[in-house]
């Protein structure tokens, strides 16, 4: 059965697809360095990396 998100309309293939693209794209990240919140992994990467000058895994 297939699924849309809520947040960005995107098409998932199902249930488990879904958690995978929430997790991804729409999971609130801290940064560990200054503790602002970002709405998703890629932002936070690209604050990281600008604001702090370094590139760090989740
Ligand atoms: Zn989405
Ligand atoms: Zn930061």
């Not at 488990?16 to 940064?31: D, G, M, P, Q, W």
């Amino acid at each position: 059965m297939e699924k849309v998100c809520d947040e960005c309309n995107q098409r998932l293939k199902d249930d488990s697809h879904l958690a995978v693209h929430l997790n991804t794209y729409h999971r609130k990240s801290f940064c560990a360095v200054c503790k602002q919140e970002f709405d998703n992994a890629q932002i936070l990467k690209a604050h990281v990396k600008n604001v702090h000058g370094f590139y760090h895994h989740i």
